[in-house]
């Protein structure tokens, strides 16, 4: 597809399955749907699940920041402030402070870190919340993609080593790459972002990302080092076993949802509509049943109850097709949804005491008997096969180049891995091209002046 | 308890147990903690199970309300106007428009249901979302209970009949009884406001509220019947069968979350800490092990394990304090978390094949056979007595008086029962002593000047 083709489909997909309806009176800030909600809502018990499991604590922290609050730490304020939303009056009433929307939780939740760290007791501490953020952005927004207000969970550490924060780290690569990988079947890309590229006031910023049909990238997810950089501004010290005190070592973390949920709709979606992976689709299986004009169908009625009924005992969210549409109309109706399974059940099925299964992601159909009717097994193979299938269109969109021509020319169409010497002159072109993820210690000769660098990737991004 | 002693000991129960930290650098605005956000996430998915299971769809909309969308409903603007934050620069701009943070959702959802509602087959629209909401309090506020940020969930509708309306009144009635009373044990009386009391914009508004130990009430959910007032405003229309256009009508509703867990803080906490209902207890069973000084504790440990192990599998939330603290610190320091259940097992347990249960509500102590150990029963008793103890206490604060001397002596001990003859100048003492609830159809003399009236409730009010 390419980009208007791309945009329409996306355009389309988002309305008709109700998805976001991006007709609010606030730009950039669509309202989300059923279908989104119920997607989102299983992205963050999942992921919620995941982080309590490894000692995070959920909270909720107030949505306003004060201006000296957020302003402390010296890098961070200067990557955001262009971006805040300002409370300034309440009622008739001129506020005193300035009251910013969290664009990220950072300063909010360190003024009070300092608060709960006393002793190495304390530590480590690990906290996350399922928030929205605000963000004015100035480029062109999208619905999911690029918006002014985004649901996403942020995660929060203190440590008292370095050591232990790298540790968390590599936690949580596993834990985001279950979400994304696990959950939605979406492969990921993990790049260390240049440092110019990096959090304001992170010492360095792993994203995760995966490819759209157009061939740009979707940054996901995002992890920060944060080293000491707030703890030293918000004076989050500890006092060891000796009695010593010291600063904590910090983390923070966060994926999109919204834009989870773009990459869910985008790279598994196709020409007739959704392909919802089975663990987060709202409906996991549609029974339509197979009636004829003249022949009574109590039977069929029955028997799909019946199948129904055991589906929903194995904890299938099932739906039956009740409507009087015409059989074509109904397939290509849920289809559009991406429903994974569609279960038809016809006076010959009835007889044989079968059900005929029809998937989604592939099309394949077959008839299995009643009996033998078992979704948990057929969903993980839905999976796996949708992990298999993104994976391969994302490896088919990888391009090895040398030259600063064959990059400019393949950046458009995925991801690309070329050299670069590390000079600002031969980084002009490169960024004309396209974003450089990643920045590798492998040598690879520059692209633009041919002489000794590292390997790095580039795409365009979104 | 008076009103000191209650304040002193609910701010130590917010505090011990890290519920909320009030320390948060914006006045009204706590931080909400751990045990905070787990019994909120329990409330919030019971509830919105039941409200899905009803027909309701998950949604989030935008926080921010542009002025004129707020503004539209005249009652409703003048009812919100001096609690409102006003978001008014984005970067270094001057927003276009004022952007309201929503007090409530009415106006951004109806701009939308103008859009979604068509004919009759777009009806009926159930829509829920669970957001925090802001209101600029300028009565003093106090964390939970009246903050300048509070976490709710908030349905809304559109019916094509009144009667409809009606009915889903009726319903939203029983759902939010099973949770209050079914999920957290709380018994809650429904009071119809009086008309100058009722929602900006609402045609009535129905109060759902118990009682504090101090003998003030606590409004903790109220629902909306709002007639055609928003449908006018925002022209929310459908054609019915026969091609005709006509007005919905539209029913609003919703449960604070933050007033639910201090209602569950108070309603059952008594001297020694909180008191939880099992269901949404973070933890809901610890094991003590009972060890001795120079006895080898091996196979007590292995015992803990065997017990933990069956709980688990019994899906109870299960904690060992395997921490070297005296028994009695143990059991305080479970006590004051209002664990519902503590059991204990020691070397005579560990010969007999038993333990020890010891409940959290009662005090009472049994011993019961390992292999016979199933908590859910015991869990359900623990909530049934909570429910009853908890309806008692209620019920023995009711009192019905028939003088403005016993009307004004009684308001602050608890509920009232009176007669108001429904003149101004009669309301201007009961005011004085109280909220007036509720005003109902009953015949009784007025307290004031001894007319013919109707029965009224009175209390003071959170």
Redesign the interface.
Known sequence: MNEDEFSEWYHRMLDENKIV?I????KG??????M???I??EMQRYLEGMLEENGH????????I?ED?LSKEGEHIKGF?????????????LLER??A?RPTSET?MY??FS?WVRTHNDLPLK?H?SV?V?R?E?KHTRPLIRSR?F?WNEGHTAFATKEEALKNIEEIKVIYKKLIEGLLCIPVMVNQRPDWDKFPGAEYTIAFETLMPDGKTLQVATVHNLGQHFSKVFNITYENEKGEKNLVWQTSYGPGFGRLLAAVICVHGDEKGLVMPPKISPTQAVIIPVLFKNVDGTAIIDYVKKIEEKLASQGVRVKVDYSDEHPGAKYYKWERQGVPLRIEAGPRDLKEGKVVIVRRDTGEKKSVPLAELDLAKTFSEIEESMRTKAKKKLDERKFKVKTMQELAKHAGEGIVEAGWCGEKDCVKPIDEAGTILSISNEEHECAVCGGRGKKITVAKTY
């Open positions: 309806d007709r609010y009176s606030v800030m669509p309202v989300y749907r059923g989104a909600m119920f989102i809502r604590e959920p909270v909720y922290f107030p949505v306003v004060p609050t402030e262009d971006q805040v939303y300002w409370v300034t009056h309440a009622g008739q009433n300035k009251l929307l909010s003024e009070l608060l906290i919340e929205s605000y004015y100035t207000e649901l």
